[in-house]
């Protein structure tokens, strides 16, 4: 990623910190039925791992940016690692569930509060001009990891039991915490924010009631108390909101919402959140509590879903910007519903193969929607309040992912009363079942918001018919403006050659501009627009060549560079450029070519057939490369020689 070995050992520091915590947010869920047995505790306690490490994060969110501006980068990473790493130790040898539930809300507070920051420091760290391939590999680790984590966490539970997975977690965490006590060091000077205590306790406290009174409703003795936490939590929720209405510099700017397709958006990616967070709680403690599988099953069970479901992900990113939002999101919940009454059909008896294709079916479907959906909505906003869009989807994300394993467990535990002269299994199987039908009633809800109110931009009108008559029926003059005269010698050769027989030494310039390992960028722009060419292939000392600049690669370097990011649990990370054209520009000038030219090069020999090199140009999306033989430049090959060998045969 174009970094010296001290910078690669701080990334590598960071994005190990980013894959625990990421890892820690997935790696329980096969162990939930393990810890219920061990602990004696109940399924609606226990969800509270991970409801609660949800409910932490969407309180810690908000506090994100202040936290940033009032530590330095390495006080703050350091301290949050410190804290995930005594969570983690906490949960090893938690002799209750009081002092295992703590553990998850260290570790919680930590990703809260340090995922954010990491992010930006990477991106601070890593060259510009490399930003591209570092986003790729981060939203690698970060989707691998949650994919893998249930299989590998069913294997251990199985094998181990519950408590090896917090002691591997801890020994990696202070293995981390060790290195970057060694090697980070403080990158970035960030803006202080100001700290509005009323809207911190406003939402905590709402959040908090809100939350509790959801996830108790089914087994609390005394519903009185719970619906008024319940309402409580509703109120104080809301005067939070209109708190941030009133505020000159609010924490969270709420008033996006009024931008119609970001609600939108909004309450289809909650209801989603809802859907995929609680099913994937429900779903291990049904394929072991009640099917009898173990964990190590239904982990494998979960991980096919998560690793289509991001391959999709990235297609229907794709396909939105050819097709539109409606082409994708519909075809992806018409393929989410397939999956959701597969879901309803599951018996006490289902196979586990088939409760891995519905998963799959159910989860990939989900995927392939969300994301032209979540992109439809962010496109509706001013790139001036993305970053407010980004705080308040982390925290929607977050409260619906408490939201969802809080309702779903609760709504599994009226197993008893629906089937109250069943065996224990069959009235589990009762509440399962019905927590599969609300999920699905959700999911429901969801894809009629979708059919309704989800529709793409109207296309511009069409042009008056005159000045479609002046573009498509052009003058003689016009049409014919940009023949190029055949006066190199290589066209007389190329005119006496069929097609078919053309080779790269045909159509090639032999006299190709190029730069050494010295130059510095200066030069090469320089050379670019005296030349008008595409690119310059770099050389060394013995006229070998080394790498390419392109005149893209100075686009992308001087265009501001908004980076965007989406999670295994769908939280949107946007990073946006605020440096000013002029300092960009300067930094470049005096950049050594090798920090921008592509090492990788795409090259040719002269003998290669023509038709070879014009299918590498096609594949590679390259307008140019060199000709070399034995490594050394001979010449270079660009679409521009291509049709002007085929015209020279005409």
């Known amino acids: ?186 990158y970035g ?37 719970t619906g008024l936490l319940v309402a409580v939590g509703l109120v104080v929720t809301g005067l939070y909101v209109r708190r941030q209405f009133t505020l000159p510099e609010p924490m969270l700017k709420i008033d996006i919402l009024k931008t119609r397709k970001y609600a939108i958006t909004v309450s289809i990616v909650v209801l989603i959140q809802v859907s995929l967070v609680g099913v994937g709680v429900i779903t291990p403690l049904y394929i072991q509590g009640v099917c009898g599988y173990s964990a190590t099953a239904s982990g494998v069970a979960m991980l096919p879903g998560a690793l289509i479901g991001a391959a999709l992900g990235l297609v229907a990113g794709r396909l939105f910007d050819r097709c539109g939002v409606r082409r994708v999101a519909i075809p992806g919940f018409v393929v989410t519903m397939l999956g959701a009454a597969g879901l309803v ?68 535990a009226f197993g008893p009363a629906v089937a109250p002269a069943a065996e224990p299994q069959a009235q589990a199987f009762a509440g399962y079942h019905l927590a599969f039908c609300t999920t699905a009633s959700l999911l429901a809800v969801a894809f009629v918001v979708v059919i309704f109110f989800v529709r793409g931009d109207k296309k511009r009108a069409a042009a008056p018919a005159a000045d479609q008559a002046a573009v498509s029926e052009p003058t003689w003059e016009t049409a014919h403006v940009g023949h190029v005269k055949s006066t190199a010698a290589w066209r007389d050769a190329a005119a006496q050659v069929d097609y078919k027989d053309l080779e790269v030494r045909h159509a090639m310039t032999t006299d190709p501009a190029y730069v050494t390992v010295e130059a510095s960028m200066r030069d090469v722009v320089r050379l670019l627009a005296a030349t008008e060419t595409s690119g310059v292939p770099v050389v060394d000392e013995s006229h070998r060549v080394v790498g390419f600049v392109s005149d893209g690669d100075v686009a992308s370097y001087l265009g501001r560079n908004e980076s965007s990011l989406f999670d295994a649990a769908l939280n949107l990370y946007r990073f946006a450029d605020d440096d ?56 270079s090959l660009s679409r521009r020689n291509i049709v002007q060998a085929v015209a020279a045969g005409l």
């Open 1 to 186: 990623m174009g970094l010296a070995r001290n910078d690669l050992v701080i990334v590598s520091v960071l994005l190990a910190g980013t894959l625990l915590a990421v890892l820690n947010q997935t790696l329980l869920s096969p162990a939930l039925p393990a810890i219920m047995s061990g602990l004696q505790v109940d399924a609606t306690t226990v969800q509270w791992l991970t409801s609660g490490y949800s409910l932490v994060e969407a309180v810690v969110i908000p506090l994100a940016a202040f936290l940033i501006g009032r530590f330095t980068t390495r006080q703050l990473f350091i301290t949050g690692l410190s804290l995930f790493t005594a969570g983690s130790f906490l949960a090893a040898i938690a002799p209750h569930f009081s002092v295992l539930l703590l553990g998850r809300v260290l570790q919680a507070a930590c990703t809260g509060m340090v995922m954010p920051m990491v992010m930006t420091v990477i991106l601070l760290v890593i060259p510009r001009e490399k930003r591209g391939q570092a986003m790729g590999v981060i939203g690698l680790i970060i989707g691998f990891a949650p994919a893998v984590g249930p299989s590998v966490a069913g294997m251990l539970v199985d094998s181990v039991g519950w408590r090896a997975l917090f002691v591997i977690v801890t020994v990696l965490s202070v293995f981390v915490l060790l290195l970057a006590i060694r090697v980070l060091r403080n």
């Open 189 to 225: 000077s960030f803006e202080r924010s100001k700290f509005d205590v009323v809207s911190v306790l406003l939402s905590s406290v709402g959040l908090v009631c809100l939350l509790y009174g959801l996830s108790t409703f089914s087994s609390s003795d005394n519903l009185l108390v």
């Open 345 to 412: 059909l599951l018996g006490m008896d289902s196979d586990i193969v088939v409760i891995t294709v519905v998963y799959t079916v159910l989860t990939a479907g989900l995927q392939f929607a969300m994301t032209p959906i979540n992109t439809w909505g962010l496109n509706s906003l001013d790139n001036g309040v993305l970053q407010h869009a980004q705080g308040l989807s982390n925290t929607l994300n977050q409260v619906a992912a408490s939201f969802g394993t809080a309702l779903l467990v609760s709504v599994s």
């Open 580 to 635: 000013e054209p002029q300092l960009r520009l300067a930094r470049m000038l005096d950049l050594n070519v090798m920090d921008m030219a592509a090492r990788h090069v795409v090259a040719v020999e002269p003998g290669d057939s023509l038709d070879e090199a014009c299918h590498m140009l096609a594949a590679k999306r390259i307008k140019k490369m060199p000709v070399v033989e034995n490594g050394v430049l001979v010449g």
